[in-house]
């Protein structure tokens, strides 16, 4: 089965790039199409090919061979497996960002407002690899490998966001998607043996397949997906729950009653798992398990009144803060969680300032408010937190501290917890179906 891959640029925002050249260390077949023509050029070893945008077409320079223009340039290996490298496009190696390199069918190249459209043409199996590789360490338990490569394939057969207006199945980035950084000149034979033990297999509810969401760790408990995302089509928040995204524990023994729980009870559970020393849960053995940032107050109001108007300048963001009547950000008194999630999970943070109450909603508007390059910060790990505030000797806010668990939104499979299960004997569908309640494992073909 063929999957179609948008390319996202070296940041992983856009699918728009301004240029792009392809080279292959044992040469590439190249078609350039203008009005129904196609012209076949081959490319030796090292040759490149450089494609620009010009007005609504291409313009293509092939070295040896001259400049064309072109409608859509489609650009393969000259023997399926090869390997080619996209020069304008940089992904993180071991020696840091270089340039990206791909397995695949062909790179199909568009125009599209000016800008250039990649996208890998690739068996879905071959395409696996890449996401394995990208997210999760060959050193993980092979059984958690496994339950992976189900999840993987599953998401690229239902992802969260539609790119059919892109004429994609799936984009590369993580930040909509999961993340395929392309790849790695040797496949780690774990990560092979973990897809190929899996061949064809997906996660189904009823006859569908499943939105198969995964992060890297939940903090103890997973999330209820409509605790934390809002309606993919009308933005809509809480939406409609999902019947296999509901939280489950990851106690190694029993559990314990959350459902009825209020706020205050959910922060002081929060609480107690943060400051326990004993790992109780499957994904506690995690560095990401808990973690904490001290910001300085005087830093926290400036670059969160900053995000804060960015969020509201944005189509998507803006419904989810609400500022207070008169629409000031003023000295931050006090952040309080005013409704979570049953996982602990926070849905609503009211901040507290000089000029009225600011109301931040969703999980990921919630750890984006946090943004401070002044730390480092690109965003809060997770938000599953509770907050400690520090006073000067007038009892103003001299600083924030942010407890948290769990790193990313922590719905469906988490990496980290299916690790722990894998190395206390669970196998691959155990996993699986703890995670995706009541889906069922089927191979696609069977
Ligand atoms: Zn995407």
């Known amino acids: 089965m063929k999957l179609r891959v948008a390319l996202t640029t070296t940041d992983l925002t856009s699918l728009e790039h301004k240029q792009t050249l392809i080279s292959s260390p044992s040469g590439m077949e190249i078609q350039v199409e203008n009005e129904q023509r196609v012209k076949t050029v081959t490319l030796l070893p090292g040759q490149s090919v450089r494609v620009s945008p010009d007005g609504e077409s291409m313009s293509v320079i092939i070295a040896g061979h001259g400049r064309f223009k072109a409608a859509r340039v489609v650009a393969g290996p000259r023997k399926a497996g090869d390997s080619f490298f996209i020069d304008s496009v940089r992904r993180?190696?071991?020696?840091?960002?270089?340039?990206?390199?791909?397995?695949?069918?062909?790179?199909?190249?568009?125009?599209?407002?000016g800008r250039l459209r990649l996208i890998l043409v690739l068996d879905i199996e071959q395409y696996l690899t890449g996401v394995l590789e990208s997210e999760v360490p060959a050193s993980y338990h092979l059984e958690a490998l496994k339950a992976q490569a189900v999840a993987a394939r599953t998401y690229a057969l239902n992802p969260r966001i539609s790119h059919e207006k892109d004429n994609a199945d799936v984009c590369d980035s993580y930040l909509c998607c999961q993340y395929f950084a392309g790849h790695k000149a040797v496949t780690s034979a774990k990560h092979m043996q973990a897809i190929e033990a899996t061949t064809g297999e997906i996660l189904k509810y009823g006859t569908r397949a499943i939105l198969a969401l995964f992060s890297s760790n939940a903090g103890g408990c997973t999330s209820n997906y409509e605790d934390c995302f809002s309606d993919p089509k009308t933005n809509f928040f809480p939406p409609a729950p999902i019947p296999y995204l509901k939280a489950v524990q990851e106690k190694l023994h029993g559990a314990i009653e959350l459902k009825h729980a209020s706020p205050t009870e959910l922060e002081a559970h929060l609480k107690e798992m943060w400051q326990s020393k004993q790992h109780t849960t499957f994904d506690s053995w995690s560095p990401h398990f808990k973690w904490s940032v001290q910001i300085p107050a005087h830093s926290l109001e400036a670059h969160m009144h900053h995000e804060l108007s960015l969020l509201l300048?944005?189509?998507?963001?803006?419904?989810?803060?609400?500022?207070?009547?008169?629409?000031?950000?003023?000295?931050?008194?006090?952040?309080?969680?005013?409704?979570?999630?049953?996982?602990?999970?926070?849905?609503?943070?009211?901040?507290?300032?000089?000029?009225?109450?600011?109301?931040?909603?969703?999980?990921?508007?919630?750890?984006?408010?946090?943004?401070?390059?002044?730390?480092?910060?690109?965003?809060?790990?997770?938000?599953?937190?509770?907050?400690?505030?520090?006073?000067?000797?007038?009892?103003?806010?001299?600083?924030?501290?942010?407890?948290?668990?769990?790193?990313?939104?922590?719905?469906?499979?988490?990496?980290?917890?299916?690790?722990?299960?894998?190395?206390?004997?669970?196998?691959?569908?155990?996993?699986?179906?703890?995670?995706?309640?009541?889906?069922?494992?089927?191979?696609?073909?069977?």
């Open 313 to 446: 300048k944005d189509k998507e963001s803006a419904p989810f803060v609400i500022p207070p009547e008169g629409g000031k950000f003023g000295h931050i008194n006090k952040f309080s969680v005013t409704k979570r999630g049953v996982s602990g999970v926070a849905m609503e943070l009211t901040v507290h300032t000089s000029t009225g109450d600011w109301q931040i909603r969703k999980e990921l508007i919630i750890r984006s408010a946090f943004k401070n390059p002044e730390i480092k910060l690109a965003r809060l790990k997770s938000a599953k937190i509770f907050f400690e505030h520090q006073h000067d000797h007038l009892g103003l806010l001299s600083s924030l501290t942010v407890k948290g668990l769990g790193w990313g939104h922590g719905v469906g499979l988490q990496q980290t917890g299916a690790q722990g299960m894998a190395l206390a004997g669970k196998h691959y569908r155990d996993i699986l179906v703890h995670y995706f309640t009541n889906a069922q494992i089927y191979r696609i073909g069977s």
């Open 92 to 113: 993180p190696r071991a020696r840091g960002l270089e340039r990206a390199e791909y397995r695949g069918h062909e790179l199909d190249v568009n125009a599209v407002n």
